[in-house]
DNA sequence: CGTGTTCCTGACCAATTGGTCAAACCTGAG
DNA sequence: CTCAGGTTTGACCAATTGGTCAGGAACACG
């Protein structure tokens, strides 16, 4: 029975190991591509034992989901309401950002996940997710009246932050396919580009010509 | 065997049928979650029934995604030189959030496609797609080199361009999950931001202050 | 009508799948 | 060393999967 706080180090270790061999098999074939002797034969371990730590399949799943909701939204929780509005949101860019490039498979496995539908998040995408982004949009709309930001809308502003970063890491052989080189200058250049882009986007325009 | 042109007007329509579920099936569970049972139930047809027009799996997978390649890249084929820059990629902007609008399921089979590391179509990636976005990069610099456009790299304009547009397609369940109306709304507010940010990111700064 | 071709199906198959289980194997505290 | 617990595995199972096949049903066309 796979306790829920492990308790030995082997467990420790070989939990990490399953869910480290999950991540990568889940995130490159879906849920329903995934098959358990893929992921035992990644981890190292044989079938039955992957089930002597996890009772089922969609148990590993969801311990990965579980595990990557919580960390995946501290970019956007991080964006200060006291910071300088473009900076803020530029950083906020830019961890995004570093995030497909460090942890592309999360994002994959995210991907993979709201592509289908998100089957098993709704409702934290609903929750969590909404509630976080209902607060955020709620700074930036506060920053626009301010005049301190260009006036978008904050929903779509977060999307196109997600969408721009995030196809870095789910698009990938795509962007690989097509760009003449092939090291991580990508992600470089990425930023360069992102930069630009929302610093034009988000600066307020001249104050109205009255005053 | 399914003759290479449909002759009969039944092999036309049972292809249709069959393609039509099966995009459908292969575009919310990816090639390896898909299954021809699933298929032929979606198409009303029986099993044995689809193998008789197709001769697996994969050449249905195969047909789909032949087909989708042709049509998909035609709003950027559309991009013409000669055209305002600004309004040009403007108009391609916002014709592939139509695509999006108008064909999510074909976005969501190229998107699985894609995250999964493009095993099918990375040859085309590398010869089509690439042909044409080299192309469509040069216009781009041509038109930045005569002061028309902000300088922006060309590539992750166009990669920007991707990721906002088909996000509204492939990430629509996160999207309904945190907007708060659940019309077609969202399209059109998507259609009036992307306006919004490309123009600006677009719009060429005043002339250097040197004349 | 008749008859050759196209279309369709139930029954079947081997391989793979998620999951079980009893028995063997470790490991660490006493 | 011991032995009770945690750990691992080979063998197995029922269900599902992609695919086959022989024959029947529907059609086209003279």
Redesign the interface.
Known sequence: MPLPTPRTRIQKKNIQTIMDAALGVFS???????TLDQIASEAGLSKPNLLYYFPSKVAIHRALIAELMTTWLDPLREMDAQGDPIEEILAYVLRKLEMAREFPRES?LF??E?????PNI?DQ??GE??TL?DEKAKVITAWISQGKL?P??P???I??I???T???A??D???Q???PDKGTARFE??A???N??YR??L?PQIASAAH
């Open positions: 490159q074939n879906g849920f329903r591509g995934a994959r991907a993979n709201i592509v289908q539908g998100a709704m995408i609903e997710l909404k982004v260009a978008v809308d929903y779509h502003l999307f196109s997600w969408a721009t995030q196809h870095y789910d698009f052989a795509q962007i396919g097509i760009l250049e990425a360069t580009f992102l630009h882009m034009a986007m600066r």
